[in-house]
């Protein structure tokens, strides 16, 4: 409890301050420092006059300047197929003839499918090219085709079905 009673007295609390009385301040303390300051990432250093060559720190939260294109460009580092080299039209014309790809899109498109356009563009490269290698080696396609059957003997069997089956029957019954 109180040790005394209260008063109802106006007058002064405590004691009067001289005039010449200063206060002596005491010297601050630097206190110890944790960690970055608060907002370091949004505070931009400040340069100092005697290094010329400091680099002024940007917004980290900033991405790159460096454009960026936005259609697909070739990579030039990409390895390139090197082109296989012959010797002979021979060979180059062999290699044509026996590419596993190529007759596999020509059956395609003889069956009636679609290719697509880079593949289209692989079967009109092979057989031009293999048109020049035929006039090149004086090889004629439609004697290259009769050479293929076996002796005259199959010729004539295959001259005489062939005419057999143009042979309008229509055109027999009018006799």
């Not at 002596?24 to 300051?37: D, F, I, M, Q, T």
């Not at 082109?83 to 596999?104: H, M, R, V, Y």
Request: hydrophobic share 30%; charged share 40%; glycine share 6%.
């Amino acid at each position: 409890m109180a040790s005394g009673k209260k008063s109802r007295k106006i007058g002064l609390i405590g004691v009067r301050k001289s005039p010449d009385f200063k206060r002596v301040e005491k010297e601050k303390r630097n206190k110890k420092l944790l960690g970055k300051p608060a907002g370091s990432r949004n505070n931009q250093p400040v340069a100092s006059d005697g290094a010329k060559n400091t680099k002024i720190n940007n917004d980290p939260r900033l991405g790159s300047k460096k454009p960026v294109d936005l259609f697909a460009q070739p990579n030039p580092l990409e390895k390139v197929k090197p082109k296989i080299k012959f010797f002979t039209p021979e060979q180059e014309l062999a290699n044509i003839e026996n590419d596993e790809k190529l007759s596999l899109l020509i059956n395609k498109l003889d069956s009636g499918q679609d290719v697509d356009r880079a593949s289209q563009h692989y079967i009109d490269e092979k057989l031009k090219r293999h048109k020049q290698l035929c006039e090149m080696l004086g090889i004629d396609e439609d004697n290259a085709r009769d050479d293929d059957s076996n002796g005259d003997e199959a010729s004539d069997e295959d001259d005489l079905l062939a005419t057999f089956e143009r042979i309008n029957v229509n055109k027999l019954n009018d006799f």
